[in-house]
């Protein structure tokens, strides 16, 4: 982290919008943003009101904001439904036979559902979920492949005001049933397997596994994907997708729902090692990722928009689901890995749809840098007007590298600060508007009001290091964590009095521009997924050999961070290379392969304070450290440097 803090500390090019693009821009000159910030300042009910305008309500909203500290509710008394507004109000013009979803499976075949076709099969798919017995406010889980199936399973809970929480498909039993647990979900939603990296992955047996331990579950649909022969289907809990689908008609009128009411829970981590369920409302939401859409990616009809985010994080669900289909925009979506069969498979995807705007991780950029440029000039990647990245702070090496390489020096970057709780996008370049700097997610987008503090809360000059906050509440936010308001209010409003704590560390240079420097808690960010390093300590302490463990990270050149694990042994085990294999397994098998450690060191003891508290600042000088102390395999002494420094406290 410290090299790249210098670096950015050091980055002073300006990159102007480029004329062209300013000038069929929706946002097309910096007078025009700064006059929407203020529109926003002087009147934020009434900016408010006038971008919610842009949905289709069933019935107008009574009172903009109802601002109850720290429980905010948005467009009170008005009613809507978001798979409307993603679909139906599409269809009455030429837009119906537009493209809605272009899908390209790993193995290579595509499928594309026009914006009617995807209204049928979601229609279609909630008169399904209805003959389950699921009703408005019920809970589904969705565990799949990113296949279009998954988009039609989500806009049909949104339908039925049934509210999905989709679990990511790299997620491992244990953690499939925790969200489920808290989530009470009543039916699953999965797939028999998907492809990645030409292997099938399997996804049926992780949700029996993870079913074993479920009581709310009554149903699990089955969509056929890979034909996968070995599953088995529980008799009078499981049915095929196609089965249930069979009968079902393609009439399901979209039900009007209280804007407040919840659309989804998405699970991500906290500094505890249980999960938290981020809870965001119908709509807020889609006011948020709408108008993001629209003005960050400047998304028209003519746009073949691609985010390669997985529908299972956040960026899929605004940026894949909600805010792109709500704009009727044209979405690629492919189920596999980047370098499957070969360093060019985006490249490929982007010649051979025309993708005009790309939305992607600095972990996959640098990677694709690692590879070499001879993979994407093998393709025309002239249909590219615009590229977004997103997830963590992207180096301003590889934000060059993209702008050069990918982007010919045409396309503006769009470097997107926001998370899980923020719904949308908060601090972006407005790519006709903004002039860009390397590194820097630059201003926050009109309405948003962040700062910089101390812990007290106190705005800190430019140039400063302190806590990224924001002010004021914004249509889009979590409204709390599901059956948790108690640590939605300790986690997020009660660390620094009065504001929204991101637990991102971040500066504001004297243009006013934001410049992020990572998690300031316990939060490790590896390929722009985040992990708490208690979730990991408590998937390895499950494990017979360990003791006790310790997790913190260490800078990755294409990661960002990568996972260091100190353990120390249980009575009767012995360090060996083979362990520290089975540990790194087991947290795969635990949580899932993202939170695979890349190291696992040996300790006889790990270094605590007087209280008890794990020193991690120390591991982590350790973890950094380029020397070991002592082979990885055998154990380090830490306690002696415990020792020396507990004693100089
Ligand atoms: C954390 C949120 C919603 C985006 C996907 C991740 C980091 C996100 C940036 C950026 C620097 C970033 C922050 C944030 N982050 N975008 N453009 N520059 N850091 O969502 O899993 O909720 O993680 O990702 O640390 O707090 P998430």
Request: some cysteine; aromatic content about 10%; hydrophobic content about 35%.
């Given at each position: ?27 097309s ?9 203020r ?36 467009f009170?008394?008005g ?58 406010g ?8 990113m ?17 999905h929480?989709v ?45 074993t331990?479920?009581?709310s579950?009554?149903s ?34 979209a ?21 938290k369920?981020?809870?965001?409302t ?5 006011v ?34 909600y ?25 490929q ?6 993708v ?24 025309s ?16 090496e ?11 020096q ?8 926001w998370?899980t ?5 908060m ?24 700062d910089?503090?101390?812990k007290?809360?106190?705005s800190?000059?430019?140039?400063t ?24 209010e ?19 240079d004297?243009?006013?521009?934001y410049?992020?420097?990572g998690?300031?808690?316990d ?32 800078p990755?050149?294409?990661t ?9 042994l ?29 190291e ?7 270094p ?27 154990l ?14």
């Amino acid at each position: 982290m410290k090299e790249s803090i210098t670096s950015v500390l050091r980055e002073q090019r300006v990159i102007e919008p480029p004329k062209d693009f300013s000038l069929s821009a929706h946002i097309s000159s910096f007078e025009e943003y700064e006059k929407l910030c203020r529109a926003a300042q002087d009147d934020p009910e009434g900016y408010w009101s006038k971008i919610a305008a842009e949905l289709d309500w069933f019935e107008p909203w009574q009172k903009v904001l109802e601002w109850n500290y720290p429980y905010a509710k948005w467009f009170l008394g008005g009613r809507l439904n978001a798979s409307y507004n993603c679909l139906d109000r599409h269809l009455t013009g030429w837009r119906k036979n537009k493209a809605a979803i272009i899908w390209e499976g790993e193995p290579g075949e595509s499928r594309t559902l026009t914006y009617q076709q995807l209204h049928r099969e979601v229609c279609r798919f909630a008169n399904g979920l209805k003959r389950l017995g699921v009703s408005s406010g019920d809970r589904v889980a969705i565990y799949m492949p990113m296949v279009p199936e998954l988009v039609i399973a989500v806009l049909a809970c949104a339908r039925i005001g049934a509210v999905h929480t989709v679990i990511f498909g790299g997620f491992a039993a244990h953690a499939i049933r925790d969200r489920i647990n808290d989530a009470k979900a009543k039916v699953v939603v999965t797939a028999d397997g998907g492809y990645r990296r030409g292997q099938e992955i399997q996804l049926k047996p992780n949700v029996d596994e993870a079913l074993t331990n479920c009581p709310s579950v009554q149903s699990v649909v089955v969509f056929r994907r890979t034909g996968n022969q070995f599953i088995t289907m529980h008799h009078g809990r499981d049915c095929w997708w196609h089965d249930l689908l069979s009968e079902t008609d393609a009439n399901c009128p979209a039900e009007s729902l209280d804007s407040e009411h919840p659309l989804f829970i998405l699970y991500t981590s906290g500094t505890t090692g249980k999960p938290k369920g981020v809870l965001h409302t119908t709509g807020g939401y889609l006011v948020g990722t709408t108008i993001t859409s629209k003005w960050v990616f400047d998304l028209k009809d003519t746009d073949t928009f691609w985010c390669t985010a997985d529908i299972g994080w956040i960026t899929g669900h605004s940026y894949v689901v909600y805010g792109p289909l709500s704009n009727a925009a044209t979405v690629v979506m492919y189920e596999g890995a980047p370098n499957w069969p070969q360093p060019d498979r985006f490249w490929q995807i982007v010649d051979k749809y025309s993708v005009s705007i790309l939305y992607t991780a600095p972990t996959a950029i640098r990677a694709f840098m690692k590879w070499g440029d001879e993979w994407p000039s093998r393709h025309s990647l002239s249909s590219l007007r615009l590229l977004g990245t997103v997830g963590e702070p992207i180096n301003p090496e590889a934000w060059m590298w993209y702008y050069n390489v990918i982007g010919k020096q045409r396309c503006p970057i769009v470097d997107t600060w926001w998370q899980t709780e923020t719904g949308a996008i908060m601090l972006s370049p407005l790519p006709g508007a903004t002039p860009t700097v390397p590194g820097s997610a630059t201003k926050p987008l009109p309405g948003i009001v962040p700062d910089i503090v101390d812990k007290q809360g106190n705005s800190l000059p430019d140039n400063t290091g302190g806590y990224l906050v924001i002010r004021k509440p914004w249509p889009s936010m979590l409204r709390t964590l599901y059956g948790d308001d108690e640590r939605y209010e300790r986690q997020y409003w009660n660390e620094i009095p009065g504001v929204y704590f991101t637990g991102d560390g971040a500066r504001r240079d004297e243009r006013g521009y934001y410049w992020i420097m990572g998690r300031v808690d316990d939060v490790i960010n590896v390929a722009g997924h985040r992990l708490s390093t208690m979730e990991i300590e408590s998937a390895l302490v499950s494990h017979p050999a360990v003791a006790e463990a310790a997790v913190v990270d260490r800078p990755d050149s294409i990661t960002g961070q990568a996972i260091v694990a100190f353990v120390t042994l249980a009575a009767g085990f012995q360090p060996s290379s083979e362990l520290q294999q089975d540990l790194k397994d087991h947290v795969c098998k635990e949580i899932g392969a993202l939170a695979r450690p890349q190291e696992i060191r040996f300790t006889e003891a790990l270094p605590k304070t007087r209280s008890g508290k794990i020193m991690r600042r120390l591991l982590r000088d350790v973890a950094r450290g380029e020397e070991s102390l002592g082979d990885t395999s055998t154990l380090e002494d830490i306690s002696v440097l415990a020792r020396l420094r507990d004693e100089q406290e």
